[in-house]
C-alpha cells in the first residue's frame, strides 16, 4: 500500500447528491479516515450542456451535510482541459496513440458492416499506421490510443476479485475529440495521476471503464491505482434503484427529517458490514471499515430500514444533541416553519424538557416535530378527531371533576400530578387510561403524546389549566 492513501469522489454536476452518490462518498470518506489518508473532490464537468453550477452546489452541500469532508478545494476537470490535451500529444509523440482521420460516413460504414458480419461495433484501426501525411485535406482528426490488439487486460479489483478483459474488445477508442476536447477516458485517468490518487473506489457500472483506463496508465507508465468497484444499490424488489425506491437527493432525506450520521449509518451497511453490528457511530465506522469486506453482491434499499434506523440513533441521542440537531433542521422540514416561527426561549426550554417523552415515539425529525407541535400550539386548540372523539361529555365531566385537584397542587411536577390522578382514579373506582387519554386530548389536541404527566409539568401550570378549562367550558 501506498505511503498515503489518497481517496477521490468525482461526482458529475448533472443533480443533486444522490443516494447511490452519497455512498460513493462516504466509502472513499471512511477508507481515507481509516488509513490516515485523506479525501479529494473532483467536479466532472466535461458534459458542458448538462453540467450546471447549482447542481456543483447541490453536491457540495449534500457532501457538507452528511459530514464527508475533503482536503483543499474542488477540482474542475473541465477547467484541467489544455493539460489533458498535453498527455494525448504525449501519448501521440510516443507513439502510444495517432491521429486518425476516418469520417462520419466511415465509421457508420464500420459499424453497419460488423452487425450484419455478427460482430461487436468496433473502429477497425484503419489509420493506426499509417502516415498522417495521408491525411485528406480540411480534416479535422481525433486522437485514439493505440490498444493492445493481443492477450488481456485484467483489472485486479479489491471487490471484484480479477476481471479479465479481452484486448480484441477494448478497441483503439478515442482519447481527444476532433474539436480537441477530451474525452471522459483520458481526463479521468490524467486528473487520478496528477492528484496522487492512490485507491480508486466507485460504482461496478466503471468496471468497463477501468480496462480502458488501465491502457491509458500503461501507455503513459503510470502507476495504476488500486481499484475497487462496488456493486449498485438496488430497490426492495431487486431492480435498479430508481426515485419510486427511493433514490432521492440527500437533501430530500434532510427534507424527511433523517440524522446525517443515521443515513451514513444505513448507506454503510448497504454493501458493507462489519460482523453482526447494524446501529453504528461515525468513529466505528471508521475505525472497522476496509474495502476488502465490501460485498460482491447488489444491496438492496429498504427506506422502512432507513426509519427504524434513524428512531434508534434519535433515541441514542443526548437530549441537548437531538435538539439542536432539531432546531438546526428546522429550516428544511416541510413541517418545521410553524415551530421555527415560535421558538422563543421558553419554548426552547420547554421542547428540551419535553426531549426525553418526545424522542422515544419519533423515527424522524419531522415526526419529532410534529409531536412537539402540541407546545405551540394557541389557545383554543383544535382538535384533531380522535381527540375529538375521547372528548365526549362523561370525558369533559371527568375534566371537570380533576380540575380543582389540580388547582390545589402545591408542586407542579410529573411525579405529583401522576400521584393527584392516581388517587382520584382509586378514590372513583377508575381506570388510570380513563383519566389520562381526555387529559391528553385536552392538552395536546391529540390521541397520542409523550407521557401525559410529562405534558403536564412541560407545559406548566397556568398552560395547562387553560387547555383543560378550555375543553371543559
Given amino acids: 500500500m501506498p505511503d498515503t492513501v489518497v481517496t477521490r469522489f468525482a461526482p458529475s454536476p448533472t443533480g443533486f447528491l444522490h443516494i447511490g452518490g452519497a455512498r460513493t462518498a462516504l466509502f472513499n470518506w471512511l477508507y481515507a479516515r481509516h488509513t490516515g489518508g485523506k479525501m479529494l473532490l ?49 501519448l501521440v509523440a510516443r507513439g502510444k496513440a495517432y491521429y486518425c482521420y476516418a469520417s462520419q460516413e466511415e465509421l457508420t460504414e464500420m459499424r453497419e458492416k460488423a ?22 485535406a480540411g480534416v479535422k482528426p481525433v486522437v485514439r490510443i493505440k490498444a493492445p490488439q493481443e492477450g488481456e487486460t485484467i483489472v485486479h479489483d479489491k471487490v471484484q476479485g480479477d476481471v479479465r478483459f479481452p484486448n480484441k474488445d477494448l478497441d483503439d477508442f478515442v482519447i481527444l475529440r476532433s474539436d480537441g476536447g477530451p474525452t471522459y477516458m483520458l481526463a479521468v485517468v490524467v486528473d487520478d495521476h496528477d492528484m496522487g490518487v492512490t485507491h480508486i ?83 466505528d465506522m471508521v475505525s472497522w471499515f476496509d474495502v476488502g469486506d465490501i460485498n460482491k453482491g447488489a444491496a438492496r434499499f429498504d427506506i422502512r430500514k432507513l426509519e427504524a434506523l434513524n428512531g434508534i440513533h434519535m433515541r441514542q441521542m443526548d437530549d441537548q444533541a437531538l435538539f439542536d440537531a432539531l432546531v438546526a433542521t428546522l429550516p428544511y422540514l416541510e413541517n418545521g416553519g410553524q415551530l421555527a416561527d415560535g421558538l422563543t426561549e421558553e419554548r426552547k426550554h420547554q421542547l428540551l424538557q419535553a426531549m426525553p417523552g418526545l424522542k422515544e415515539r419519533a423515527k424522524t425529525l419531522v415526526e419529532l416535530a410534529d409531536s412537539a407541535a402540541f407546545l405551540f400550539a394557541a389557545r383554543p386548540l383544535s382538535l384533531d378527531e380522535k381527540a375529538a372523539s375521547i372528548l365526549e361529555a362523561d ?56 407521557g401525559v404527566f410529562d405534558v403536564l409539568a412541560v407545559l406548566g401550570r397556568d398552560e395547562s389549566l387553560g387547555r383543560i378549562g378550555d375543553q371543559i367550558d
Fill in 115 to 136: 452487425r450484419a458480419e455478427g460482430r461487436p461495433p468496433r473502429y477497425d484501426g484503419r489509420w493506426r499506421d499509417r502516415d498522417p501525411s495521408e491525411a485528406p
Fill in 201 to 283: 473506489i466507485r460504482g461496478d457500472d466503471h468496471l468497463t471503464n477501468a480496462a480502458r483506463q488501465q491502457i491509458i496508465y500503461e501507455a503513459m507508465g503510470w502507476n495504476v491505482p488500486v481499484m475497487a468497484h462496488v456493486p449498485l444499490i438496488h430497490g426492495p424488489d431487486g431492480a435498479k434503484l430508481s426515485k419510486r425506491h427511493g433514490a432521492l437527493g440527500a437533501e430530500a432525506y434532510r427534507a424527511m427529517g433523517y440524522l446525517p450520521h443515521a443515513l451514513c449509518n444505513y448507506l454503510a451497511r448497504l454493501g458493507w458490514s462489519h460482523g453482526d453490528d447494524e446501529v453504528m457511530s461515525i468513529d
Fill in 395 to 450: 370525558s369533559r365531566a371527568l375534566l371537570a371533576a380533576i380540575l380543582p385537584k389540580f388547582e390545589a397542587a402545591s408542586t407542579w411536577d410529573a411525579e405529583s400530578l401522576e400521584q393527584i390522578v392516581r388517587e382520584y382514579a382509586e378514590t372513583n373506582e377508575l381506570k388510570l387510561g380513563k383519566i389520562a387519554q381526555p387529559l391528553r386530548a385536552a392538552l395536546t389536541g391529540r390521541a397520542t403524546s409523550p
Fill in 42 to 90: 473532483r467536479i466532472e464537468d466535461t458534459d458542458r450542456e448538462r453540467s450546471t453550477d447549482a447542481a456543483t452546489a447541490a453536491i457540495v452541500d449534500g457532501l457538507k451535510w452528511l459530514g464527508l469532508d475533503w482536503e483543499g478545494a474542488p477540482v474542475s476537470q473541465y477547467a484541467r482541459a489544455e493539460r489533458h490535451r498535453e498527455v494525448a500529444a504525449e
